[in-house]
């Protein structure tokens, strides 16, 4: 089933080169089919770049879904043309009133920064606490994933002693976790990282450690109550970004390390291979057909009758 995005988005004409099925408005409109509902939250500096990584793994599942674009009000990104937001993106204040299967939340370039002091802080607090009753599910990408943790359990990210980077085998914590279906038992996932959350403190607050890294730590993480899937790392990664953010580091600090297990031979002249690809699409596979499965057909009176119990 296709995906639906704005009609006009610069990303279409590459998602439709990959054989992304996408639909148009005026198209989805004439089907008497209710679409999940999917809100990215897109906090990454190259929006296109970011939208394009998701929209591709979101467009594989069989279920028709409509993907809403969103920024934050509060904070303007030095990397994307103001027109650009205003005619693709919303804001809380648009959506307010709208309710979604999922919200996903990107990973941003303030990692090292305490939470507190991030600019768009506050305004993330109001998009969590207005998800709690507008939304079924959600994601956390990275710094979005540490971010959530934060809010809704108040676990913390530590500083590394240097920055986590490279591509690292995962083991499966829980092999019956439904999200996990079909993958091996170690599987390659992309990280990038200066932080990072303690597997203690994740077990202590009662989530689920679905899956770690004996090198990078903690790897994904889901709440066993309300399903929320928080990945510390980089599935949606392209088999070019930790390549692009290599060199963008490079031309900053000459001291800076090449991506582990990355490049052929460990050399960066040679092209990196994605092999992590796969278990990118099978995670929101899973994941998607378990919102399909779950989540109520009128989110309105579901959650209607959520606030009055």
Known sequence: MPIKIPD??????????????????????K?????????????MPKKIITEIQFARLIGASPVQIELTLMTTKSYNPRNTKKDYLIE????????KETFFDVLIITGAPVETLPFEKVEYWKELLEIVDW????????????????ALLKILFNVDKHKLPSKMFGVYDHSLIDINNRLLHGFIDHFPMPVS????????????????????SEISG????????????FILNHLEYDASTLNDEYLRDLKENTNIQLPENYYPKNDS???????????????FSNF??????NTPFNLKEYFKKKKSN
């Open 8 to 29: 006009n988005l610069p990303a279409r004409k590459t998602l439709s080169i990959e054989s992304v099925d996408l639909i148009d408005s005026s198209a989805a409109e």
């Open 31 to 43: 089907q008497d089919i209710r679409p999940l509902k999917f809100l990215l939250l897109n906090l």
């Open 88 to 95: 693709f993106y919303k804001t809380l204040d648009d959506v």
């Open 131 to 146: 998800s709690k009753t507008n939304v079924f599910r959600r994601i956390g990408i990275c710094w979005g994933a540490q």
């Open 193 to 212: 990282r200066f932080t990072e959350n303690r597997k203690e403190e994740i077990l202590k607050n009662n989530l689920d450690l679905i899956a770690f």
């Open 218 to 229: 903690v790897g994904m993480v889901r709440c066993p109550k309300t399903k929320d899937l």
């Open 269 to 283: 002249k040679r092209k990196p291979v994605n092999r992590w690809r796969p278990y990118a699409f099978l995670l």
């Open 288 to 293: 998607i057909n378990d919102v399909y499965q």
